[in-house]
């Protein structure tokens, strides 16, 4: 049987890795309000499920290239590099399951489907774009 770990082991063994992690990407966690703010400079409108999930993977793509960025001296940070590839994928899949819904015959997303507390609808299907 695995040993239970006290909260405090859990605490002292995340600290290990934030410092590892900070050690390796910096304070890479601060940088990413200025580099959103840079990219959307009018703010973002989110509305609904499918914004959200792109908006999701967008934020762990902007998240991949400031830690590759932050390495990029030193020959750049391969895993980030892999990550950035999936995450673009993923994204990709995601805008042209967004785009056939658009331009389906049921037209444009309903703005009430959008509102968070569909997810707790019974009968909410999170596979349906919007």
Sequence with gaps: MEEV?????????SGDVFDQRNALYGDNYKRFGPIVDALFPVGVALGGPSDFRRFGVLVQ?????SRYC???????H????????????????LDQERAAWLNSEAGPPNPQ?????RAFDPNFDPDVPF
């Design 61 to 65: 793509i902007i998240s991949k290239l």
């Design 70 to 76: 932050a390495n990029f001296a030193t020959g750049g």
């Design 5 to 13: 770990k006290s909260v405090g082991d859990m605490l002292r063994e």
């Design 113 to 117: 489907r959008g509102k968070s507390a």
């Design 78 to 93: 391969d895993d980030s590099l892999l990550d950035l590839a999936t995450y673009s994928a993923m994204l990709r899949e």
